[in-house]
């Protein structure tokens, strides 16, 4: 019998995306910006759909099922009558809403278009499902557990910004919604704007940003964001344009998305000119960033422990862009009284696409649930002929195959030695993090190390921090939580007489952003992390993406090229162990 496949797709937003699931399984999952080179692409994304199906080893007519993550339809009656009561001012919100629907209608036919084959040779069914379905979907339907509370919380999606749910089998139950136009995403982009990060996605920047300062306005952000019973929030709109102007969420020609200004003349009134991108950072700024992150988090906390009292389970699902908030997450194990908390890997709008898949197989046709994403390895692997061919091709370079054990044995003790080692192996993550197949990894302990990767390589903000992958079982040996953390979604303090050890990947305010590895999940990491135990004692290495102010690399080309335009040591790509010939190198040791 032919098996059922369900295409699922994040289209016209950013981070834009597929994901195929064949009975109720994940085959691939792929963001589009890994594939065009645009980074948080906005567009319809057909190289994705195209590269999932390849995966897969199908052809656009064996779909049989076209999931969406957008349903005009949904909160319909809150449009209308915020329409009703807003005559006058909404001719633009109106314009924009008209334009996305238009854009996401027209999904079938690009599709086809895409593979130059005409619209009625598209058999499958297609489906429309409300955004804050899809993230509710992304992490419940695949968490593993059988009864859990849910909480997606993002900018806007469907007049959405927030949807708690409880989650039993395969019924997703929605308890309450917070509409337009309050929403913490929109509250954390404002202020970011307002600060000088106007980049989509340059929230988590600020988070980063956040532990620099004190939360001096902390009773300003009180009223800016106002608790209210059972659970909800309001925001004061006096300091916001988009409940007047509408959120100007657009892309320009290559895709990149933009957000117009969301911050009123309010806020200048109150704290000043905002300040502009790339000039110094003030005390108010960082003061401004620190009290965000305990705004958000406040609200966070205030709503998660309302949700607990709902649906008394120890279970949480959580979903959405805001729920990348890594610092908030791991903070919940701590503020609120869930024991375990389940986010995958792309909680972002990415996720929707793999959300608006399972929405379809589990809840529309009605098929149990088998599925547990405990990796987040679904892209393309290369294979040794095509990375072979990809060195062959390369020039300045000398490369050696090592067999294993010998090639973690090596490669950790560069690493021991302070050298900076490109680690590209198996199949590409999905999500915003490099979780050990597409990775940088470096010495977590050596004091000169952060200075070291952002001159030579990341190029980015002095006040980032790196991130620490820990073998899974280790975790509590060098952090004061054990919580498994695969996707990097959770932010824990360090433990103190592990703080200096670790003081590459220890934050300003003693808290490392980690990902757990286990043997099972991604075996080659977990190997090369256990020989740098071996050599040094720490079962931790400092993981950052494997790329330059661009998305994280895809192909064996993509990666070498990056290897050789900035000052990396070594490149490990499957058991080739990759250096620059010697005219070509560059001095390049740690210190």
């Not at 009180?222 to 657009?250: C, I, M, Q, T």
């Not at 959405?320 to 890594?326: F, R």
């Not at 609120?336 to 793999?354: E, M, S, V």
């Amino acid at each position: 019998m032919k098996p059922t496949y369900i295409l699922g797709l994040n289209a016209f937003h950013a981070d834009s995306g597929a994901a195929l699931v064949k009975e109720g399984e994940l085959v691939a999952a792929v963001t589009e910006e890994r594939l065009n080179r645009v980074k948080h692409f906005a567009g319809f994304p057909a190289l994705s759909i195209k590269e999932v199906l390849d995966i897969a080893g199908i052809a656009l007519g064996d779909v049989d099922h076209i999931a969406i993550n957008k349903d005009n339809k949904a909160n319909l009656l809150a449009k209308l009558a915020f329409a009703v009561t807003n005559l006058g001012r909404i001719t633009k919100m109106a314009r924009q809403r008209l334009e996305y629907r238009a854009k996401t209608q027209t999904t079938p036919d690009l599709i086809c278009e895409s593979f130059g084959l005409p619209r009625e040779s598209l058999r499958a069914k297609i489906h429309n499902v409300e955004h804050h379905l899809c993230h509710a979907a992304s992490c419940f339907l695949v968490s593993g557990f059988e009864r859990a509370a849910i909480f997606s919380v993002d900018g806007f999606g469907d007049f959405a910004s927030t949807l708690t749910g409880r989650g039993e089998g395969n019924e997703i139950e929605v308890l309450d919604r917070t509409l337009f136009p309050h929403s913490l995403g929109i509250l954390y982009t404002m202020v970011c704007q307002f600060i000088g990060y106007d980049h989509y996605g340059d929230e988590g920047k600020v988070m980063g940003l956040s532990p620099y300062g004190q939360p001096a306005y902390e009773e300003f952000f009180d009223k800016l964001a106002r608790l209210k019973p059972k659970g909800r929030f309001e925001l004061n709109l006096d300091y916001f344009l988009h409940h007047r102007e509408g959120v100007d969420y657009s892309f320009d020609e290559s895709g990149y998305p933009t957000v117009a200004p969301l911050f009123s003349e309010a806020m200048v009134r109150k704290f000043g000119a905002a300040r502009r991108p790339g000039t110094e950072l003030t005390s108010r700024d960082k003061d401004l960033a620190a009290s965000l992150q305990q705004c958000l988090e406040k609200a966070y906390f205030h709503i998660l422990n309302n949700l607990h009292e709902q649906v008394r389970s120890d279970n949480l699902c959580l979903a959405g862009g805001v729920a990348l908030n890594s610092v908030a997450n791991g903070k919940a194990l701590d503020h609120t009284p869930f024991r375990n908390i389940y986010t995958q890997a792309a909680a972002g709008d990415d996720g929707t696409a793999l959300g608006a898949a399972f929405y379809v197989h589990n809840r529309v046709l009605g098929q149990p649930r088998r599925f547990l994403m405990d990796h987040a390895y679904t892209g393309r692997e290369y294979s040794l002929a095509e990375i072979k061919a990809a060195l062959d091709r390369t020039e300045g370079i000398v490369s050696e195959w090592v067999e294993e054990p010998e090639l973690y044995r090596r490669t950790a003790s560069a690493i021991a030695q302070g050298e900076v080692v490109g680690w590209f192996q198996g199949k590409m993550e999905w999500g915003p993090r490099a979780l050990g197949n597409r990775s940088i990894v470096a010495h977590p302990g050596l004091p000169g190390m952060k200075d070291v990767l952002n001159s030579r390589i990341k190029h980015r903000e002095w006040f980032r921090p790196f991130a620490p992958s820990v073998l899974e079982e280790r975790v509590g040996d060098y952090f004061e939580h054990t919580h498994p953390s695969p996707f990097m979604m959770m932010v824990y303090k360090t433990r103190p007489e592990m703080r200096e050890a670790l003081c590459a990947v220890n934050h300003v305010d003693d808290t490392g952003r980690l990902q757990t590895v286990s043997r099972q999940q991604n075996p080659r990491y977990y190997a090369l992390i256990e020989a740098f135990a071996r050599e040094t004692g720490l079962a931790v290495v400092l993981n950052t993406s494997f790329n330059e102010n661009e998305p994280i690399v895809c192909t064996p080309q993509e990666a070498l090229a990056c290897f050789l335009r900035t000052r990396m040591d070594l490149l490990v790509i499957h058991n080739w162990m990759v250096r620059r010939a010697p005219e070509t190198s560059a001095a390049g040791q740690l210190g």
